[in-house]
């Protein structure tokens, strides 16, 4: 039996499609034994996230709002979240694999003394319940098992679906639990708005690399693109490195993995640390002026052609 | 000032992954070894410290006898000295690494602790964090930019969102991202000066670490389904037509 307690993701009073995908997963384990999920929403209008998501068929929404933790620091979260665990009975921790999960899980399994599977892309295993989760940049699958009485594990959002909705509603609940910051804090969030999709969760992802060789010429090929196909930006390392773009838009190995519908990979390379942040995608198209690029090998269609004068014809036709 | 850096060796992130004869583990008959990427921005970023605060910078790694080359390698960068704790990568698990680290740590009381976010060869990012949470201290995961102020250190991270900054007292863990610096290469005095700094060794028994059970253990490893390559297309035109009418994605 499982008893498991997803950490929600969420911003601006709504929850992230990533809580989602971390209840599919959670619905999964549950399948396989029994049990079940509950949710903890933290900081900043917990109540109205937790309402969004009374149909999802969690039994109790956890809601914990209160001076130090509006926004996130590790210690307070960590303490939250034991505290959470308690109440709740849990032996099962979830939240996907995003910077949030990768600060915040490792800690929670350090105080509960659970050993962490890290980015897990699906179950395994018959009678006993095992994980299997990438290596060395996606070259290799691994099957493992956690040997302690519960277990913390981070989910690689691309890998599941979205959640759908159940109906009924889960009891929501607001615990009160002090937050001890250790004497850090947050000074500052340097973020880029962006009426465009969430490079996680977008449908289509076009992404640019160091042949588009400045940031001007970056954004003069990407932001149309992007427009005229509804889709997030994403890039190389290389391009984020070389300043033509901000880091959060690096996708592979190091940044962020997405499996969107449709990837178009423009002027990028194919490097193995890139493709094991986007092989998953379900098509995949590159642009490349290179006929020997790497990147041909994982695309599904290939176009040999200067980004610059391709993606401009590709636009005006779209 | 005392900095701290867990260094780890891991197969050259360029090489082709093979698997073993019996899928156990990876291939590592003539492989090539490396310093971790982010571990050579851990150390590169405790030179920078030291540079502009003084003290002295030690490394620490866990691992078999073989990897004295790489300790030697981050010596040649400009590490004072080294600690090596006896063990074996099939033996470890990221929880151990942080309790062998925790020990260390407790013996070498330093002011700051760097480590890569993430090995590239286990890809679990979650060391720097286990060793915060056992050493009761703040954490800095995924820096980009270190600034010491007196007893904090103000860190910017780098999140899904953007850049977050965080202070946080130490002596604390921070975890580098690769854009927190470029790592500097060894100069030949300096591999010459590296042969001479000491390294220290101890074994888990020394160190006083007796429970060595694997929180994850891995079963098996199986190499991925590869991804067919699909088609190449002449022109736009071609392009398109194929995302409307074959792939029906557009
Ligand atoms: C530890 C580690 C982690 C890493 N993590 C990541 C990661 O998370 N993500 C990532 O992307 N990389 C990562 N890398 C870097 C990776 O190895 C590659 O260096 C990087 O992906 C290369 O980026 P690129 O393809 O944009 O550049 P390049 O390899 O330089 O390729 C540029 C491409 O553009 C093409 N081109 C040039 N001009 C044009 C034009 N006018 N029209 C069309 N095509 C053109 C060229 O033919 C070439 O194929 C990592 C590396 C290491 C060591
Ligand atoms: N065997 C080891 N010896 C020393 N440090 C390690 C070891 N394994 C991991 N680390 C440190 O922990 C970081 C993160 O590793 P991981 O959590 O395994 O991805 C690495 O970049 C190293 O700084």
Same mark, same amino acid.
């Given at each position: 039996m499982s008893t498991i307690l997803v950490i929600a993701e969420h911003q601006d009073g709504a929850p992230k499609k990533s809580t989602l995908q971390s209840i599919h997963f959670a619905r999964q384990l549950a399948g396989r034994t029994g049990g079940s999920i509950h949710l903890a929403v933290i900081g900043s209008a917990a109540a109205s996230v937790a309402a969004k998501l +009374?149909?999802?068929? +969690?039994q109790t929404i956890y809601t914990v709002e209160g001076a130090g933790l509006e926004k996130y620091l590790a210690q307070p979260y960590t303490g939250v979240v034991t505290g959470l665990i308690e109440a709740s009975g849990a032996n099962v921790v979830v939240a996907t694999s995003g910077t949030f999960g990768k600060d915040l899980l490792p800690r929670v399994a350090g105080a509960t003394g659970w050993g962490m599977v890290a980015d897990c892309t699906a179950l395994a295993g018959d009678s006993e319940v095992l994980y299997k989760r990438p290596m060395y940049a996606g070259n290799i699958l691994a099957t493992v098992r956690c040997t302690t009485p519960g277990a913390v594990i981070s989910v690689r959002a691309s890998e599941f679906d979205a959640a759908e909705e159940t109906g009924g509603a889960s009891a929501i609940q607001a615990v009160e639990l002090t937050a001890d910051a250790a004497g850090s804090s947050f000074v500052g969030f340097e973020g880029v708005e962006s009426e465009r999709p969430d490079l996680g969760e977008a449908e289509v992802v076009v992404a640019g690399g160091r042949?588009?060789?400045d940031g001007e010429n970056f954004f003069a090929v990407m932001n149309p693109m992007a427009d005229a196909l509804g889709a997030a930006i994403g890039a190389s390392r290389a391009a984020v490195d070389s300043g033509f773009?901000?880091?959060?838009?690096q996708v592979g190995q190091t940044g962020k993995v997405v499996a969107p519908g449709l990837y178009f990979a423009v002027a990028i390379s194919g490097a193995i640390q890139h493709l094991a942040?986007?092989?998953?995608?379900?098509c995949i198209v590159a642009i490349n002026k290179?006929?020997?690029?790497?990147?041909f090998q994982v695309s599904d269609y290939g176009l040999v052609a200067d980004a610059f004068k391709a993606v401009p014809e590709l636009i005006g036709k779209v | 000032m005392k900095i701290l850096v867990a260094i780890k060796r891991v197969i050259d992130p360029d090489a082709r992954i093979r698997l073993n004869a019996d899928s /156990?583990?990876?291939? #590592?008959? /003539?492989v090539e070894y490396k310093v971790n990427p982010f571990c050579e921005n851990a150390i590169e970023e405790a030179l920078v410290l030291q540079g502009a605060h003084g003290g002295e910078v030690v490394l620490v790694t866990v691992g078999p006898e073989d990897v004295t080359q790489t300790i030697r390698s981050g010596l040649a960068m400009g590490a004072d000295r080294a600690i090596r704790i006896e063990g074996v990568d099939t033996e470890l698990d990221s929880d151990l690494v942080a309790r062998i680290l925790h020990k260390v740590v407790e013996r070498e009381s330093p002011n700051v602790i760097l480590l890569g976010?993430?090995?590239?060869?286990?890809?679990?990012?979650?060391v720097g964090q286990l060793l915060a949470q056992y050493m009761g201290a703040s954490q800095a995961c995924f820096a980009s930019e270190v600034v010491l102020e007196g007893e904090q250190a103000k860190v910017t991270r780098e999140v899904d969102g953007g850049l977050e900054t965080i202070s946080i007292p130490l002596p604390a863990v921070i975890t580098a991202d690769l854009r927190l610096n470029e790592p500097r290469y060894a100069s030949l005095p300096g591999i010459m000066k590296a042969k001479r700094k000491p390294i220290d060794v101890l074994t888990l028994d020394e160190l006083g670490?007796?429970?060595?059970?694997?929180?994850? #253990?891995?079963?098996s490893l199986e190499l991925p389904p590869e991804r067919q390559a699909g088609s190449m297309v002449e022109s736009v035109d071609d392009l398109l037509d194929k995302l409307k009418n074959e792939a029906r994605v557009l």
């Open positions: +009374a149909g999802y068929g +969690a042949g588009l060789k773009c901000p880091n959060d838009m942040g986007m092989k998953n995608s379900k290179d006929p020997e690029a790497p990147i | /156990s583990g990876v291939e #590592e008959e /003539s976010k993430q090995a590239v060869d286990g890809d679990n990012n979650q670490v007796t429970d060595t059970a694997l929180k994850i #253990e891995v079963l």
